[in-house]
């Protein structure tokens, strides 16, 4: 039976979402294997940087491209121009610190899989914004909250302090998810990830120079690490989530996205022997089956 361009369209879609995951799943590992050489703020600099550096030659290309459905807000440093960008950077900035500073103290699975904890986050966020939500976002925060415990509390009832700085990381990466949404109406998307980047590389630099000491033979001793991160993590694997969206529903790239978490685990077991107990096992198995289940219930109650 031939495919039809519809099914072909949406299997090459879902590739590029698969591909997209695993990217950032085993950039994990890269972030991890960073720490060994660089401070984290100064790992963060780099590699938004490399970014940055990635997406001019899209914001060249299409620079004379209308935006669709501008917003005119007015002013230079409005929420469509270098305001949002700003904006968005020092959110992203925040959630990139947090969880750059954790990798330090926890493993590159645990990372993963709480940091997947924003799609939960980011409707139980919207609730205080004024969005509804549903029985399914509960049921699956009531099901992370389980795994979370098994996952980073020890028998003492103290939190490992790079799940910790994770966990508070994951909510300004739900945030982060808010403020694009209030932005993507009023510019071009690669504009401002672009400027968001450029933000975020410029921050991180500067909290570098402020608290770290590297050296550039750390740098260049990082420059793999840095330069997956950046290059692979950063821009190539963003334009490609922007590439596979154009045709897939975000309910169901927000699915596929998810296995970040597992791929974050599967390399720090390959790459870095990382091993999880029987019990991080069981926290990470319900902390995804949260996940899912935001989602699909989601899909579950949209009419056909």
């Given at each position: 039976m031939a495919m039809t361009p519809h099914a072909g369209q949406t299997l090459r879609s879902d590739a590029l979402l698969l591909i997209t995951a695993l990217i950032w799943g085993t950039?994990?590992?890269?972030?991890?294997?960073?720490?060994?050489?660089?401070?984290?703020f100064g790992f963060n600099g780099i590699r938004f940087a490399l970014g940055c550096l990635v997406l001019l030659p899209l914001i060249l290309?299409?620079?004379?491209?209308?935006?669709?459905?501008p917003v005119n807000t007015g002013g230079l440093f409005s929420l469509s121009r270098l305001g949002g960008g700003f904006l968005a950077g020092l959110v992203l900035f925040l959630g990139a610190s947090f969880q750059q500073v954790a990798m330090v103290y926890t493993t590159a699975g645990n990372a993963g899989f709480i940091t997947g904890l924003y799609v939960i986050l980011v409707p139980i966020i919207g609730i205080f914004l004024g969005h509804r939500t549903h029985a399914g976002t509960w049921t699956g925060a009531v099901l992370a909250a389980v795994g979370l415990y098994l996952l980073s509390v020890t028998e003492q009832f103290t939190i490992v302090r790079g799940d910790l700085l994770v966990l508070i990381g994951a909510f300004f990466?739900?945030?982060?998810?808010?403020?694009?949404?209030?932005?993507?109406p009023r510019?071009?998307?690669v504009r401002i990830a672009f400027l968001q980047y450029a933000a975020c590389s410029a921050l991180s630099m500067a909290a570098s120079v402020l608290f770290e000491h590297n050296t550039l033979q750390g740098y260049l001793d990082a420059a793999t690490p840095i330069l997956y991160g950046g290059i692979l993590s950063v821009g190539v694997a963003y334009t490609l989530q922007v590439v596979a969206q154009r045709r897939a529903r975000p309910s169901h790239a927000a699915i596929i996205l998810s296995l970040e978490a597992v791929f974050a685990a599967i390399g720090g077991w390959v790459i870095l022997d990382e091993?999880?107990?029987?019990?991080a096992m069981a926290g990470c198995a319900l902390m995804f089956s949260g996940m899912l289940i935001s989602q699909l219930w989601r899909i579950s109650r949209r009419p056909s």
């Open positions: 950039a994990f590992v890269a972030q991890r294997v960073g720490m060994d050489h660089v401070g984290p290309v299409n620079r004379d491209r209308p935006v669709r459905n990466w739900a945030g982060h998810v808010h403020v694009i949404g209030l932005l993507s510019g071009d998307p091993v999880l107990t029987g019990r």
